[in-house]
């Protein structure tokens, strides 16, 4: 591996510096010694969870208790990650507020846990409500259990990124449906953590010399992927560096192969909004300048053309993020987002190639303010599967929706459904209009796919074609085509795989 102590040294240098979300640090504070709020919603006191997080009641944060009951889950699915916060919870059957506290000139960090059992004998299918947060809607007409159907999780949590208060309160309002009879609302847990402005403007895609300021805007965290590596916890920081940046997803060793394909990604969101992308990239098995170069693409639009990991980060082993956005309008396909890297041809680097450490994406509230999309609706498939088996939400069976190509990899996307695949590609001009993907179905639990392999960088793992792997959830294209491509040499000497231990530190990556 190439690597020297100079190189450790500027990662080690850098973690001084690490501008992240600092969440474990408050975890040993008490409320009063810190802004940050951390709440068992239904809980008579504090407790710690399976990561040793204290939480603590929420009773004193409600404006008034009089419009909500206390109750404990009836059934307790084994999935749960700790009976803390989930196996309580505050029911609303009006609207009721919780206030917090908050620092004027921080953004905020807010987390609601939701957990669809049967609580007090009520019917958690009758529960649909709305959550705002001062003048933002967060949740609108939510129902916890059909999401949770329809995503084959056990609990939910929304997660979001608000800008600063003026008014140093914050009003988390939940309000019953008025459109369903009996409906009422509940969460589990809460929390609420300032946060670093880590948001800058992102090169609006498909639209030249165009920015959007997302750090003007409330976000919702909708995917978040360690790509090429494992699960991380969601005690840590909101992506934290040393997961991230130690392991990596590249195209494979053969420059022939990879010239006929994509690493692609198929995220399912709401349409009509805009999207930021952050990609987190760090490039140590190259040390030069056009050896690995690639093209970025979404939906099928040029976000960047000849990227190249080392020309921007300056040097081997330097972490480094560039972000992007994309609007995603109302029409046919609008509610997917289909993310692509591909060898930059035309450039004719060393190895045609591409790499991928992590990718977070976020959706901006929109001009009224507003960040709420529509309950998503369970496949016919996995409602006839689920009926046959005895689907209820709180006995369902949890299953990590994870990142990554062709198995091995895992990620957290939150409330959502991720489709990943290796993307023949129809046509040598990637930038023309693809085919329609309505052929393409949603495949849950074990699934392969039939195509080039690609390597996971940093578990010393490569994942073949006909690798099988439950937490890899991807899509597969028939009827394709293979393009005729000039042969060229496959890398060698050069194809080790990434390993966590040159990352002995966390690191600080650059901004775009």
């Not at 987390?111 to 958690?124: A, E, M, V």
């Not at 990142?403 to 996307?413: C, T």
Request: charged share 15%; hydrophobic share 35%; proline share 5%.
């Amino acid at each position: 591996m190439k690597c020297n102590s100079q190189i450790l040294f500027s990662l080690i240098f850098l973690s001084i510096c690490l501008n992240t979300i600092s969440v474990t640090s408050k975890y040993s504070k008490s409320e009063s010694d810190s802004d940050s709020y951390i709440l068992a919603c239904g809980a008579s006191g504090a407790g710690t969870d399976s990561d040793g997080r204290d939480w603590q009641p929420d009773a004193k944060h409600i404006n008034s208790s009089g419009n909500s009951i206390t109750s404990t889950a009836e059934n307790q699915d084994p999935s749960l990650p700790s009976t803390i916060p989930y196996m309580t919870a505050r029911i609303f059957t009006s609207e009721s507020t919780y206030k917090f506290s908050v620092p004027t000139k921080s953004r905020l960090w807010v987390r609601l846990h939701f957990y669809p059992s049967t609580y007090s004998s009520l019917d958690p299918n009758n529960s649909y409500f709305s959550v705002t947060a001062n003048s933002f809607t967060l949740l609108n007409n939510f129902s916890v259990s059909i999401t949770a159907q329809a995503l084959t999780l056990a609990y939910i949590i929304r997660e979001f990124s608000l800008i600063p208060i003026d008014s140093g309160t914050l009003n988390l309002t939940f309000t019953p449906s008025s459109k369903c009879n009996d409906s009422y609302a509940f969460v589990n847990g809460i929390e609420v953590i300032p946060m670093p402005d880590i948001y800058q403007p992102a090169a609006l895609v498909g639209f030249s010399d165009q920015t959007v300021d997302v750090g003007s805007s409330t976000l919702q965290t909708m995917f978040r992927l360690n790509v090429g590596g494992q699960f991380i916890p969601t005690r840590t920081q909101a992506l934290q560096e040393y997961d991230v940046y130690s392991t990596a997803r590249t195209m494979g060793p053969d420059s022939k192969v990879n010239q006929n394909y994509n690493l692609t990604w198929l995220f399912q969101v709401d349409a009509n909004f805009t999207y930021a992308f952050r990609f987190h990239f760090c490039e140590y098995q190259e040390t030069k300048v056009n050896q690995r170069v690639f093209d970025i693409y979404v939906n099928n639009r040029t976000a960047q053309e000849g990227g190249d990991v080392i020309g921007w980060a300056g040097s081997q082993g330097v972490p480094i993020y560039k972000d992007y956005a994309f609007y995603a309008s109302d029409r046919s396909g609008g509610d997917e987002l289909w993310v692509a890297l591909h060898p930059s041809v035309s450039i004719k680097p060393e190895y045609y190639d591409a790499i991928l450490n992590g990718l977070e994406i976020f959706k901006l509230n929109d001009s009224r303010g507003n960040l709420a999309g529509p309950n998503p609706v369970p496949s016919p498939m996995m409602l006839q599967a689920e009926a046959k088996k005895g689907f209820s939400p709180s006995v369902s069976s949890f299953v990590p929706v994870v990142g990554g190509i062709l198995g091995g990899s895992a990620g957290v996307a939150i409330a959502a459904t991720i489709s990943i695949f290796v993307y023949r590609k129809r046509r040598t001009d990637y930038g023309s209009q693809s085919g329609s993907s309505a052929n393409w179905l949603p495949l849950y639990g074990n699934s392969h796919t039939s195509a080039s392999r690609s390597t996971i960088s940093g578990a010393k793992l490569v994942a073949d074609s006909e690798t099988k792997d439950t937490y890899s959830i991807h899509r597969e294209m028939a009827g394709v085509e293979e393009t005729g491509v000039e042969e060229t040499g496959v890398r060698e000497g050069n194809d080790e795989p990434y390993t966590s231990e040159f990352f002995s530190q966390i690191v600080n990556p650059k901004g775009r």
